[in-house]
């Protein structure tokens, strides 16, 4: 899996870029594109923009140019990911089920756990990761919603990560050909296919997502740094087990740029005792204490890449540069707070779209269509 993370560049990708420009100049493909919360705050770099300047309106503007019949936003399936982890995290401590739960988006961490933990394969929670859940929902709901062929739906995941092109090809993630994504290329790809297509990224005026999958909220933008997940995720268990609003949405305790973090965080009168790891020698040390007995978390998170995915393996080269990525970080962190709506429960696209195709979170086609397994592995 170190081939699959590898955030020093020592190794790089496979490039698919080739394969994307097949499927936008095939007239019979609907190619839809989405792109990861981690982008938006590093595309710039490739276009000579200082880190942390955030282009998501110019982003979404040159893929429209580039041909794509709809610019989906990562974000969106990182709120509906919320929903589900959420209410798995209430049912877990309701029922007395398997905790702690650990926050699914990283395949790094789930190849990792697989190979080297397989006696903690019940942790993770079994939500699929957020472009896995918007490429279901495209060949579904929203195919539906359009009345196109999902046969002829092409996915198109921009990702700040390699290890995002392995997990597309999961076989309990493509056993459903309307399941899954079908190529996925990272930020410097993306780079690469404008600077190809001859558009000028700096001088692009902004576009907004399109709808019903590009809503998206602050809870969902903070995906991309080390801490978030968790945190998005406890804005909303916390309203949803209170039944009140938060006093204040930023949980600080779970943020810092450390490699292991421990808070604990008060819902309600109950105590929940949080982990956060990134980088895989940091995930070991958790993992190790759960396993061995010596630490009792609810919930933990873990990113493979330290920093999280702000500092991927498939974005622009920061070369060992702490200060790229803590201007990277702070951007995410602003996009947060420029959002009116910072509670994935709130996303109205989100609310629609369980009301009228999904049923309860967390239920019965929650369950088929955005939930997955994980396997015991030889250890490698
Ligand atoms: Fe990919 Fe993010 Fe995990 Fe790094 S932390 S391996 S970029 S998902």
Redesign the pocket.
Known sequence: QCVM?CPTAALTEAFHCDKVWEAINDPDKYVVVQTAPAIRVALGELFGMEPGTIVTGKMVTALKRMGFDAVFDTNFGADLTIMEEASELIYRLKNNKTLPILTN????WVKFIEHQFPELIHVPSTCKSPHIMLGTIAKTYYAEKKGLDPDNIVVVSVM??I??KAEAKRPELTKDEHNNVDIVITTRELGAMIKEAGIEFVKLPDSKFDSPLGEATGASVIFGTAGGVIEAALRTASEWMTGKPLDKVEFEELRGMEGVRRATVKIGDQELKIGIASGLGNARHILEDIRDGKANYHAIEI???PG??IA??GQPYHHGNDEVIKKRREAIYAEDRNKKVRKSHENKEILELYKNYLGEPFGKRAHELLHTHFEERERI
């Not at 988006?105 to 790094?108: I, S």
Request: charge should be positive.
């Open positions: 993370v988006c990283c395949p790094a700040p990560c290890a995002k990113m493979a890449c999280g995915c991927g393996g």
